[in-house]
């Protein structure tokens, strides 16, 4: 089976680290978003590849060339960019004669769910999760027996707390190409773009049977929160809890982290759920919940809950203080 990867998107709600990467490239616990959906489609036997590039998009099939080159990759376009749904029926003649079927994944989604389980499941899958705030999300309804039979985006009054969380399994591409077709004939935007929401729904109208499968996790990656608690939920995983670290000066490491090649480290407090990149300086610095970037410099700061971009430097206050009794000090 192929799998296609939309990646156009501007990264708006990641600003300012989507103001030169791209937002599928943003690095999370020892990878890129994109590095860890590929990884997770890789092992589950998935070796051919639709990109949808838009923005930065030359940076998007530098970084698959260059560390996934065993990958049959193909690298669609998307200007201008008006959707999901546009994005898709751009790429449809990549996949539309697919016999084997097709699995979309949005590109900057990271999901726990047995992909191998799902791409055995009979007929159309959708993934999805239930939510707390449905009306933000594209959002699934079903009848008793389990199937679907309505997909809407971001409604204004959801009749279901169950969110698609951007991976779809089709199994007759050409049907899902047609829909598209539709959409973008006859103009159906919903919210001012071409949605898939749209074009599944059509197919939904036409006969078609879909089916949901429930994720253990979803980290919508597109934004600050979100990608912290994604890095923290990831650097948890057995992988990374077993990890072995090289000995840095007068430093405690508090586990989960994940630390680059060729670090320079010392007098600091790292952790837990700290990420941190190739060839970054880390010096006298408490930091836990955080991603650092590569080529990064950190001195004299307390730091959690922070992303900080590569080739990027801070430097906290260097106090020396005589206080006498009684002394209350806020820098807070």
């Given at each position: 089976m192929k799998a296609v990867i939309p990646v156009a998107g501007i990264g708006s709600r990641l600003r300012p680290h989507t103001h030169t990467q791209p937002k599928s490239l943003v690095p999370?616990?020892?990878n890129t978003i994109l590095g860890h959906i590929i990884d997770?489609?890789?092992?589950?036997?998935?070796?051919?590849?639709?990109?949808?590039?838009?923005?930065?998009?030359?940076?998007i099939?530098?970084?698959?060339?260059?560390?996934?080159?065993?990958?049959?990759?193909?690298?669609?376009?998307?200007?201008?960019?008006?959707?999901?749904?546009?994005?898709?029926?751009?790429?449809?003649?990549?996949?539309?004669h697919d016999q084997d079927g097709v699995l979309i994944m949005l590109g900057d989604t990271i999901v726990d769910v047995d992909l191998r389980e799902l791409l055995r499941t009979e007929g159309n899958v959708l993934a999805i999760k239930e939510v707390k705030t449905p009306s933000i999300f594209g959002v699934v309804e079903t009848s008793n027996s389990g199937r679907v039979t309505k997909v809407i985006e971001k409604?204004?009054?959801?009749?279901?707390?169950?969110?698609?969380?951007g991976l779809y399994k089709i199994a007759d591409p050409a049907w899902l190409a047609s829909a598209l077709e539709r959409i973008i004939e006859q103009d159906l935007r919903t919210h001012n773009e071409f949605q898939l929401t749209?074009?599944?729904m059509l197919m939904i109208q036409d006969g078609a049977q879909m089916t949901t499968a429930p994720v253990d996790h979803w980290f919508d990656c597109g934004r600050k929160d979100?990608?912290?608690?994604?890095?923290a939920k990831l650097l948890n995983r057995p992988e990374f809890l077993g990890n072995k670290y090289p000995e840095f000066p007068d430093t405690i490491i508090i586990p989960p982290v994940s630390i680059g090649k060729d670090c320079q480290i010392s007098h600091s407090i790292i952790g837990p759920n700290v990420a941190i990149g190739d060839r970054t300086i880390v010096k006298n610095?408490?930091?836990?919940d955080s991603i650092i970037g590569s080529y990064s410099e950190l001195r004299q700061a307390v730091m959690h809950d922070c992303i900080v971009g590569s080739d990027a430097s801070f430097r906290g206050l260097n106090h020396s203080l005589n206080i006498g009794d009684n002394t209350e000090i806020d820098y807070s």
């Open positions: 999370v616990a020892g997770r489609l890789q092992d589950a036997g998935i070796e051919e590849f639709v990109f949808i590039i838009g923005y930065l998009g030359e940076k099939e530098s970084y698959v060339r260059r560390y996934y080159p065993q990958l049959r990759s193909t690298f669609v376009i998307q200007e201008p960019r008006e959707g999901i749904g546009h994005a898709l029926w751009l790429a449809r003649d990549t996949f539309r409604p204004r009054i959801p009749k279901s707390n169950y969110a698609l969380v749209d074009a599944l979100s990608l912290l608690e994604a890095n610095t408490i930091l836990s």
